[in-house]
């Protein structure tokens, strides 16, 4: 991990490109950490992959309920070389859940994304197939906003089924 003063130092490479482009850097138990303005991720990820965290190991949304705003994409980037990792995070509400893409730069982010977009109904803009990966395309809303309900479907099993001739003499 960058320690706390690489973690600066990268901060303020990201603030030299763009003076509200990181909103926060934090270090926590050994995780670097930036929280990225929504619409700057793209260039911060391609700053950061220049500086060797060349592979996103993991894309994924967060619902920080009741807090706004309120949903969060965390992108997980690895340097292989160093075995070094951080983390850049955005936030956005609810009512404008939109992020650019990065599926061009990190093909790994096509099924992330789409998770991400399927759980929590962050859409990626340019995502070459946006679309529900493991909900069935008809499913309303996203399951693991916090608000979803809780509940389900009462399943039948043989203790509640009706008795009928010739079940269970």
């Not at 070094?84 to 061009?104: E, G, M, Q, Y």
């Not at 990626?124 to 479907?153: A, K, Q, S, T, W």
């Amino acid at each position: 991990m960058p320690d706390a003063t690489g973690l600066e130092l990268i901060a303020q490479e990201l603030r030299d490109r763009r003076a509200d482009g990181v909103l926060e850097a934090t270090y926590f138990r050994n995780q670097a950490a930036l929280l990225i303005e929504p619409s700057f991720i793209r260039e911060a990820l391609e700053l950061i992959r220049g500086r060797g965290y060349t592979f996103l190991a993991s894309l994924h949304g967060v619902d920080y309920y009741p807090e706004e705003p309120r949903l969060g994409v965390h992108y997980e980037m690895l340097d292989m070389k160093e075995v070094d990792r951080i983390r850049l995070t955005l936030r956005v509400p609810t009512d404008a859940a939109t992020v650019d893409s990065v599926v061009d730069m990190f093909p790994t982010a096509n099924h992330q994304e789409r998770e991400t977009y399927d759980m929590f109904g962050v859409v990626f803009e340019g995502h070459p197939d946006m679309r529900r990966i493991l909900m069935p395309e008809d499913y309303e809303g996203h399951p693991l906003r916090r608000d979803f309900p809780v509940g389900g479907e009462p399943v039948l099993f043989t203790h509640n089924e009706p008795r009928q001739p010739g079940w269970w003499k």
